[in-house]
């Protein structure tokens, strides 16, 4: 794992699903509720290379987990991320309910205009957009309600995701 200062127990695994994600640890991280095991740090996503991440965000395997603020520039020194394909819907199992959504997002480098596309596959979740547009929120949960969790792994691995 790549956060050392976590005490966890030995063989400690972290391969969540898409709704465990979205429910046990984005929902509660944007309503300020613990999460018990807190194991993924914050982190300002694009001042980084996705190269430059390894140490910063939980490591699991090839994939890392971080909370990140969403925001439209998406650059960083070296390269852009840039969206592929369309919004998944990530659903409860239990009751079919729209939950969160999913992107998958890939990373090139050069100019937003003609960039080299890489290995590099970054997978954002956020929240359904009913989850943060109740008026019943205080407006500090509003402004946590962008944090998004995501995961970064080589496209090779994910052909069996998309």
């Known amino acids: 794992m790549g956060d050392s200062s976590v005490n966890l127990p030995p063989g400690f695994r972290f391969y969540p699903t898409d709704e465990e994600l979205v429910v046990h640890f984005l929902q509660r991280k944007a309503a300020?509720?613990?999460c018990h095991p807190d194991v993924i740090p914050d982190l300002d996503l694009?001042?980084?290379?996705?190269?430059?991440l390894d140490g910063k965000a939980l490591a699991e395997g090839n994939q890392w987990y971080f909370y990140s603020r969403r925001t439209?520039?998406?650059?960083t020194s070296n390269g852009y991320w840039k969206p592929?394909?369309?919004?998944?819907?990530?659903?409860?199992?239990s009751s079919?309910?729209?939950v969160g959504m999913?992107?998958?997002l890939?990373?090139?480098i050069g100019e937003d205009s003609g960039g080299i596309k890489t290995n590099w596959v970054m997978q954002e979740y956020r929240l359904s957009d009913s989850d943060h547009s109740s008026t019943s929120r205080s407006s500090k949960r509003r402004s946590h309600s962008k944090i998004v969790s995501t995961l970064f792994l080589p496209l090779h691995n994910i052909a069996t995701f998309l």
């Open 46 to 52: 694009y001042p980084y290379d996705p190269w430059e």
């Open 84 to 93: 592929m394909g369309i919004d998944e819907p990530v659903v409860n199992s």
């Open 102 to 104: 999913k992107k998958y």
């Open 96 to 98: 079919s309910k729209k």
């Open 106 to 108: 890939v990373f090139y």
């Open 32 to 34: 300020l509720l613990p």
């Open 72 to 75: 439209q520039n998406r650059n």
